[in-house]
């Protein structure tokens, strides 16, 4: 790039702001704006005002085994970035689900690279339909959150490039504009400084033309990362890369060719992002969208006497049980969280209109569903003419102690308020301000009600203007994050009478930091013993059960591991005692990852709801009824028990290094390999009709079958073809919808990539002829067919 000077070009490789690259009209290149992802357009690129669209999690995607799906959700997050002038997204996560416990193992299609891979490139293609870029993220081997900002993985070679780097090939064959390095080291260098990994294999055997940046302050030296391959140091301004590259390639250190490299990458990258964008589809569209991809995820594990479907009229009394019936867990725990509307409706909602003018409809939570922090169950204080019905109404001023200036208003029906300072053109406060959060709160019995605030800044909680509690005050800077993840409360109790209306006003002060938080609740008085009796009562009568059962939005978070794959004790409890009572239960379990399901024998049926995203309650309501089916099959295994799993523990070693010594032989190949049969194989899965196989067939660059639907609905199914050898490992798949009787012969490609080994020598076939397997998951028998492997390559 010899049209810009070294100045010039030295300045393009580090961020402009927060979340923008830096723009030199004087040599006519443009900055690029981000968003973080890959839920929708994160609003932590301002603050957590933002409304946007909220999309199914990936692991969820991933069970729909759908690639034209997932290339339309891609373009809808795609739109959305459009509307919010955001230029780029850091999405699809493409890491790998290797031990059940990953903090944010939600954010990941499958364990199985070549689904991932598949799925995900399809997501990224279908965002950059639309003009946007996308971000590949996080390379690589971030695939746990336990010490991510140290831990130094040790990965062999093989199992590096045939597992670990596969998803983001697909990416970089899908165009992705660019990939996104982790925090962690791999085999002793920073990922931001793998020069193995960013300029041998990426910019060299892949011929990446994209560029590559770094992890929100994930940079660690200004020769280390520039020469290792690094293009983008993020965010800005500048901390090791910009105008100190300059001074490296003065001193002879950093070769020009190599900063005129990034600049180049950066340039077209910007260039290519400030053409023409694709409108968006009317909101409509957008939002039967969402609603057909929750179906479409939602995977059946057990359905016993054919309970489910449940159509509307066939029963007299249904009891509707369980936490997250009325407070889902929608989406996981990250800094990339998505605001969605106020008046999203919840499973109760839906299942109430859809069943409740056929049948006596009874609802008992059962268990609290929020231990930790409460909701705050408000109506807006003041009607502010935007039509929300729940939350408070939250008012920013540009002076401290709710003064000054009135900068905004809106409605949040949320406990907990997160938002960059001063980062971002748009962001509400560029220098110390204030707010009041205020709603109306109806007590529905008589007693003491706990109210709950915390904040990182100066906060105080009011009910009907008498100050019942304080929290917070200056945070430094470094804790600041540590604090919003920990979410720490201070708890009050405040008396109330049966029916007595408040207005519970929050007022916070921020104070210092880039980053700020007020979280906040309000619990209602009733005993864990009380709510699981008058659940397990309203079950004793039902001549059905729905229990949705499940997380909170903290229970898988950014930055943290989980400590067991189990439902919280008071659900298992809860879940024991209805099925005790009542044999006709389906239970919805309402997590993102893998969990253990060892109470299952009790219940009639289980659905996994994954996280669903905000089309979560209308999806539940037409496949529980049978206007939809559940199509997902399962993208990641559910092991017989925890032992089983081959990369459990994630705790690094006290010399902080972590060895994937499981090799390639993790999640459904570990356990195959052991002859361990899992709970739930991966694969596996069911709809409500079903569908014979036969006439196995091997052809050109494909294997085919025949399905018929024996049923009387149409139904999914999903064929898989694995190859046995030297372990299993997925190769192929296809997904078909049948119509009740149809018969079609389905052709399932085979991946290349899933077909060749990685040796001293380089790539190559796993062998020349091979016994390739048919199956509807991992476990399967399925048919077998020989297929000549050397006329891929």
């Not at 066939?314 to 008046?343: E, M």
Request: hydrophobic share 40%; aromatic share 6%.
């Amino acid at each position: 790039m010899t049209d810009i000077t070294l100045s010039q070009a030295s300045a393009l490789t580090a961020g402009g702001a927060m979340w923008s690259s830096v723009a030199l009209p004087e040599a006519d290149i443009p900055a690029f704006t981000m968003s973080d992802g890959p839920l929708g357009i994160a609003s932590g690129r301002v603050d957590e005002r933002d409304i946007a669209l909220l999309s199914p999690c990936a692991t969820l995607l991933g069970a729909t085994w759908d690639r034209d799906l997932c290339r339309r959700l891609g373009e809808l997050v795609g739109h959305e970035a459009v509307a919010r002038g955001v230029d780029a997204v850091l999405a699809p996560n493409l890491n790998l689900a290797r031990s059940p416990l990953a903090g944010r193992a939600f954010e990941y299609f499958s364990e199985d690279p070549v689904l991932a891979g598949v799925l995900g490139a399809e997501w990224a293609a279908g965002l950059q339909s639309t003009g946007t870029g996308s971000v590949a993220k996080h390379l690589v081997c971030n695939d746990s959150e336990t010490a991510r900002d140290e831990v130094d993985v040790r990965v062999d070679e093989r199992t590096l490039r045939e597992v670990y780097l596969l998803p983001f090939e697909y990416a970089v064959d899908a165009g992705c504009v660019g990939l996104l390095a982790a925090y962690n080291r791999v085999n002793g260098a920073w990922c931001a400084e793998q020069a193995e990994v960013l300029t041998n294999i990426v910019k060299g055997e892949w011929a990446f033309g994209g560029l590559v940046m770094s992890d929100w302050f994930g940079t660690h030296s200004t020769e280390g990362s520039i020469n290792a391959g690094l293009d983008l140091e993020m965010p800005g301004p500048a901390r090791f890369l910009g105008s100190k590259v300059e001074a490296v390639v003065e001193a002879g250190s950093v070769l020009r060719s190599r900063v005129e490299d990034a600049a180049a990458r950066v340039t077209a990258v910007a260039r290519q992002l400030n053409a023409a964008k694709s409108l968006p589809p009317p909101a409509e569209e957008a939002e039967a969208l969402l609603v057909e991809a929750a179906a479409a995820g939602f995977t059946l594990l057990r359905n016993e006497g054919a309970m489910l479907p449940l159509v509307p009229g066939t029963i007299g009394r249904l009891a509707v049980i369980g936490p997250n019936a009325y407070a889902p867990c929608f989406q996981g725990g990250t800094f990339a969280k998505i605001s969605i509307s106020p008046d999203v409706p919840t499973p109760l909602d839906t299942l109430r209109e859809t069943y409740g003018a056929n049948c006596d409809l009874v609802f008992e939570p059962g268990v609290d569903p929020q231990p930790r922090l409460p909701a705050m169950p408000v109506v807006p204080a003041q009607d502010i003419g935007d039509g929300c019905t729940r939350g408070m109404t939250v008012a920013y001023f540009a002076q401290p102690g709710c003064s000054g200036e009135l900068l905004m208003r809106e409605t949040r029906d949320t406990n907990s308020l997160v938002w960059f300072v001063g980062v971002h053109e748009q962001a509400i406060f560029t220098r110390p301000g204030s707010l009041r959060a205020s709603g109306r709160f109806t007590a529905e019995s008589g007693g003491p009600h706990a109210v709950y605030l915390g904040s990182t800044g100066k906060a105080r909680i009011l009910v009907d203007g008498r100050e019942v509690l304080t929290a917070g005050g200056e945070v430094p800077a470094s804790e600041i994050m540590g604090v919003l993840k920990r979410g720490d409360a201070d708890v009050a109790t405040i008396e109330l009478a049966e029916g007595q209306e408040v207005v519970v006003t929050v007022e916070f002060d921020w104070v210092g930091g880039r980053v700020q938080g007020l979280w906040y609740g309000l619990r209602r008085p009733d005993s864990a013993e009380a709510m699981l009796h008058r659940a397990v009562e309203a079950a004793r009568g039902a001549d059905a059960v729905l229990l949705v059962v499940g997380e909170t939005s903290d229970s898988s978070v950014e930055s943290k591991d989980r400590t067991d794959t189990r439902l919280p004790e008071l659900q298992e409890r809860l879940i024991a005692q209805v099925c005790a009572v009542n044999p006709r239960t389906a239970v919805i379990v309402n997590v993102g990852h893998a969990f253990d399901c060892s109470w299952e024998q009790g219940a009639a049926a289980v659905l996994s709801a994954w996280y669903p995203g905000q089309g979560f309650a209308q999806a539940l309501a037409n496949v529980l009824s049978g206007r939809s089916e559940p199509r997902g099959r399962l993208p990641v295994t559910i092991a017989a028990q925890e032992a089983d799993y081959p990369a459990y523990a994630l705790a690094p070693a006290d010399d902080g290094t972590l060895t994937y010594s499981e090799g390639t032989r993790f999640g459904y190949r570990g356990l195959v390999a052991a002859g361990r049969p899992a709970h739930h194989p991966f694969g596996s899965g069911q709809g409500y009709a079903r569908v014979e196989w036969s006439e196995p067939e091997g052809g050109e660059g494909a294997l085919s079958i025949v399905l018929t639907n024996t049923g009387d609905r149409e139904t999914c199914e999903v064929v898989q073809v694995y190859r046995d050898e030297p372990e299993c490992a997925l190769v192929g798949f296809a997904r078909a919808i049948l119509t009740p009787g149809e018969s079609r012969r389905v052709r399932v490609p085979l991946e290349p990539k899933a077909l060749r080994l990685w040796s001293d020598a380089g790539w190559k076939p796993v062998a020349d002829r091979l016994t390739l397997r048919l199956a509807r998951h991992c476990e399967d028998a399925g048919f077998l067919i020989e297929f000549a492997v050397s006329d891929l390559f």
